[in-house]
């Protein structure tokens, strides 16, 4: 169970008060879209070069220990 669930559960028992409460505030509308929408399952030969960089470093790290 999460813990926001469980701060808004009053202590006791008064749903009520429960049902007071928002379970989340309103998200804000942002006013600049993203720039680009995101891409998935699609990576270009530069994302795919700086991942794999990243997994060798991580490999060498792991292996130094």
Do not use: C, F, W
């Amino acid at each position: 169970m999460r813990a926001q669930h469980r701060m808004q559960k009053p202590l006791n028992g008064n749903r009520e008060l429960q049902q007071a409460m928002p379970a989340m505030p309103a998200p804000q509308s942002d006013p600049q879209p993203p720039e680009r929408p995101p891409r998935h399952g699609v990576m270009t030969a530069d994302e795919r070069r700086l991942l794999r960089q990243h997994i060798e470093e991580a490999v060498r790290d792991l292996y130094k220990r």
